[in-house]
């Protein structure tokens, strides 16, 4: 058997005596045991690993040299570098042809690392007088790539130990670790229950490892929503490193073991009308596809889907509803009630009734509930429940009864009363002298329904007057209003006109030069009764004045007749004393009758003024 070259060198050296020293000390390198690596460079796949001599240059350094060691310990030389000649050169090593760089300071750069890379290289630095040399060792380290979950089982049974899968981990150096996970849990094996198996395997031209872990496990009914992963544990230069792979969710099947029913609908409450949807389903998986539904009322059940629908519900269908498989094994059952209400107005629609009529009015509620009841007349909410034991015309108007159930969303009632309330026009005039003494208002205050047409005109010529003013139609009552400025007495006629009767009531209407009293634009019917008294006894009054003058008159005249009676006689018995007096005297008697009879014609006009 051949030596190794080294070997053969050593035994060169031995057997000269006196070799030169240069090459001794070169044999001598070559000669020496390997020696422990100080150095360690840590190097990724396919990067370049840079590895730095670990000596110092001395003086009178001639050259350097790489190589590495053989796994039985000879040398390979791959590197030369002259330090006098500037020269660098590369051994013929087919694993390295074209992939080693030497620079100046004896750094060795080796390109696309490779896993057939990790060895010992030593670094030797060659003066005329000693050969030094250095080891360093070069480990590489390649990830592995994500971890995949190959053979997937399509689906798992409760109670029976399958295949779930396989976790691949590809390419990584040094070889890695799988790990299987449940929800973020390792799984440990379990005998029967939890089953694990890994495979390592190598290829060989890269030297990179594959390593597969399968997993048998055995679900329960709590699998059915578990997240299944696995992780793989590497070394790279910076320590130890995970990858998980992506979780995975298996459909787990597991028989029934519950019944539910359901009331799907859109509200919380079911109101007639309505349409309702049963569902019912059980908890296994996969979920029963039929069923059997029990409707009250109904001794057999009725076959169906998940589904039962009834369309445009009663009161009639409250009631305990049910549905089971269709073994009749399991059972659930629930309890619906079809909310009602009913409103019935008395009377309703249109109704015509009289001014002074009494209208009974009810609205009665039947409901599943306790319902709240509420009038609205002509979109007013009314406080009190409207009631009519004497017809006005504010009774007319559009009434509405309204009820609905709170806590069923939706069931409202409504009905509806136009109430008409008619009557025969009533009038009443009134005048009034305008402020400025120069016109005077006539009013003709009108009640009645339908609002009744009215016209004026003035008594004797029949002319018709058009400049009338009327106010507001409010609650079967509005006035008509004219202003004139007579310049004689007149009678005016306001007619009133509707569907029912004609009503004409005339009033006189003194000159604008003669002064009259005022009286208000409109007064109610008490009023009316107070002015009436009012005038009664202003009459009597007058009447009882009329006759006290009556008597004073007749007392005052037999007054006067006395008192000429008795003039008479002082008048004759002073007219023969004049005849007897002397003419002088006479003149200042005459003065003095005079003076008697102005002072009697005093007295008598002064009685006729106070009388």
Not at 39 to 56: F, M, Q, S, W
Request: negative net charge.
């Amino acid at each position: 058997m051949m030596e190794p070259p080294a070997t053969a060198a050593c035994a060169s050296c031995r057997r000269r005596p006196l070799p030169p020293p240069l090459l001794c000390l070169l044999l001598a390198a070559l000669c020496l045991p390997p020696a422990l690596g100080l150095y360690t460079v840590n190097a990724i796949y396919g990067d370049t690993i840079i590895i730095p001599c670990p000596l110092e240059v001395p003086e009178g350094l001639m050259f350097g040299k790489w190589k590495y060691e053989m796994p039985n310990g000879s040398p390979v030389f791959i590197a030369f570098r002259s330090s006098t000649k500037k020269s660098v050169q590369y051994d013929d090593v087919p694993d390295y042809k074209d992939r080693l760089s030497l620079s100046e300071n004896y750094t060795l750069s080796i390109k696309n690392a490779r896993i057939s890379d990790e060895k010992r290289f030593v670094c030797m630095l060659v003066t005329e007088d000693d050969v030094s040399e250095e080891p360093t060792i070069v480990k590489v380290f390649k990830q592995p790539s994500q971890p995949e979950i190959l053979h997937q089982a399509d689906l798992l049974e409760t109670e029976k130990l399958q295949m779930l899968g396989e976790c691949v981990a590809r390419d990584s150096y040094p070889e890695g670790n799988v790990t299987w996970y449940k929800n973020g849990r390792i799984l440990q094996p379990v005998e029967d229950v939890v089953v694990i198996n890994l495979q390592k395997i190598v290829d060989k031209s890269t030297g990179l490892f594959t390593v597969t872990s399968s997993l048998q496990y055995m679900p329960t009914k709590e699998d059915a929503d578990a997240k299944f992963s696995c992780i793989v544990t590497y070394y790279g230069p910076s320590g130890q490193k995970t990858i998980q792979s992506e979780p995975i969710v298996f459909d787990v099947h597991y028989p029934t073991e519950k019944v539910t029913i359901q009331v799907l609908s859109q509200s919380r409450t079911i109101k007639e009308g309505d349409n309702i949807t049963l569902k019912c389903s059980g908890n296994g998986n996969p979920p029963p596809q039929e069923f059997l539904f029990y409707i009250p009322g109904e001794t057999e059940g009725v076959r169906s889907s998940d589904t039962y629908v009834m369309t445009d519900v009663r009161r009639n269908a409250t009631g305990e509803y049910k549905c089971s498989l269709t073994d009749k094994s399991m059972m659930d059952s629930t309890t619906i009630t079809v909310h009602y209400l009913d409103l019935q107005l008395t009377p309703s629609g249109e109704v015509t009734k009289q001014i002074g009529e009494a209208l009974p009015v009810s609205c009665t509620i039947s409901s599943s509930r306790n319902a709240t009841v509420f009038w609205i007349k002509d979109n007013t909410r009314m406080q009190t429940s409207p009631s009519f034991s004497s017809l006005q015309y504010q009774d007319a108007g559009n009434y509405v009864c309204e009820t609905a159930l709170q806590e069923v969303e939706g069931l409202r009632k409504r009905q509806t009363l136009k109430l008409i309330v008619e009557g025969k026009p009533q009038i009443k005039m009134t005048k009034k002298t305008n402020t400025n003494k120069m016109s005077k208002t006539i009013i003709c205050n009108v009640e009645g329904f339908p609002k009744p047409a009215v016209q004026w005109t003035v008594t004797g010529t029949g002319s018709i007057i058009n400049k009338a003013k009327e106010t507001k139609y409010v609650n079967g009552k509005f006035a008509s209003k004219i202003i004139i400025a007579p310049e004689e007495n007149v009678t005016l006629t306001c007619i009133a006109e509707n569907e029912l009767e004609r009503t004409v009531t005339s009033m006189n209407v003194s000159a604008i030069s003669i002064p009259e009293y005022d009286e208000p634009e409109d007064r109610s019917d008490d009023n009316s009764e107070k002015v009436n008294d009012q005038a009664k006894l202003i009459v009597g009054i007058v009447v009882g004045l009329l006759l006290v003058a009556l008597v004073a008159g007749v007392v005052y005249w037999l007054y006067v007749k006395k008192s000429n009676d008795a003039k008479g006689k002082s008048e004759k018995a002073a007219a023969q004393n004049f005849a007897s007096l002397p003419r002088t005297a006479s003149k200042h008697v005459d003065k003095d009758l005079g003076n008697i009879e102005e002072n009697k014609k005093l007295e008598e006009n002064n009685h006729k003024s106070e009388t």
